[in-house]
């Protein structure tokens, strides 16, 4: 006589070991935009692990890396829809949902993540993760570190006055733009995958973003130096779909929410490490490293800085400035 999935189970004394056996697992779709080899699929990899460590058979974690539901955008639909369920996700979010209160994005503003904590914890970064909460169908779970963003140049740049008549490549965000075309470059939007021949040709003087781009596009071949801006601090954030994550239990959603942050804390090392890795490997390749002064840069931003500010919600450039600790 077949024995029933109850006995076989007691028979082998597993029921008291997963007490989630028999229930249905929950599927956890966790979405990012990055491939895998990353600070962010590790930290995806160690939500997953931490899940199954805690409670066996409970929770079944399904990463989709490399955009495979769409980009940010896209997976910010699904997950207002519920039709996902978690993603580790850039600044889209607040952008789009939230972008009188996203003070984030503005260069020069913030260059520590101490300051960025400070500021997300203030009331106009509780505003923030609360409107984009309610206009997104959004659950902020943290933050989590990306290397800050610097410049390669093909020629010494220390301060802004080395700036007049260099072609800066930049993504087509207007904030962005404005600080910068202050500051004194000029800003050329060339598409990411045309950034290596945009320098090989002489388009561009130079670009700014995290070291893994110039480490993964070879860019010690056609630029000479390694500017350390630390200009934006931009970070990923773990969101989750309100419509799912209000349909679990709060013991399944204390539980995702440690393995949250475990992952959060083990992709802020990991990233720590690459950036570290990243920079000592551009300096073998050939590039010179310059530490820019920093202050002059904020000095030369600080008029875009005070109009981008101005034009957000109250009270976010007053927060801003207390947590940036630039003077008023």
Do not use: C
Request: charged content about 20%.
């Amino acid at each position: 006589m077949q024995k029933t999935l109850l006995a076989t189970l007691t028979t082998l004394g597993m029921l008291a070991a997963a007490p989630f056996a028999l229930a249905q697992p929950i599927e956890i779709q966790v979405n990012n935009t990055m491939s895998e080899g990353g600070s962010e699929s590790a930290a995806i990899e160690r939500f997953a692990e931490y899940l199954e460590e805690q409670a066996p058979g409970r929770f079944n974690v399904r990463p989709f890396l490399a955009g495979s539901l769409g980009g940010e955008d896209s997976v910010l639909e699904l997950l207002n829809l519920g039709q996902t369920q978690l993603a580790l996700t850039g600044g889209n979010w607040r952008q789009q949902y939230a972008p009188d209160y996203d003070a984030m994005t503005v260069p020069f503003l913030f260059t520590t993540w101490e300051e960025v904590d400070h500021y997300l914890e203030s009331p106009s970064g509780q505003a923030l993760i609360e409107r984009a909460g309610s206009r997104g169908g959004l659950t902020f779970l943290g933050l989590q570190h990306r290397g800050p963003r610097h410049m390669t140049a093909n020629k010494e740049i220390h301060s802004p006055a080395d700036l007049q008549g260099f072609r800066l490549r930049m993504p087509s965000l207007p904030i962005w733009l404005e600080v910068w075309q202050e500051i004194g470059a000029q800003v050329v939007n060339v598409p990411a995958p045309e950034i290596y021949l945009a320098m090989q040709t002489r388009q561009v003087d130079g670009h700014e973003n995290s070291l893994s781009s110039p480490y993964t596009r070879r860019l010690w071949e056609v630029q000479d130096y390694l500017i350390m801006t630390s200009h934006v601090q931009f970070p990923w954030s773990w969101v989750a779909s309100t419509r799912w994550w209000e349909g679990l239990d709060e013991e399944d959603q204390a539980l995702i929410g440690e393995a949250v942050d475990v992952a959060r804390a083990y992709g802020n090392e990991q990233e720590l490490e690459l950036d570290v890795f990243y920079r000592d490997a551009l300096e073998e390749e050939g590039m010179t490293v310059i530490e820019p002064d920093i202050a002059a840069f904020r000095e030369a931003a600080q008029p875009a800085i005070d109009r981008v500010l101005s034009d957000m919600a109250d009270g976010v450039r007053d927060d801003a400035l207390a947590a940036g600790r630039i003077d008023d």
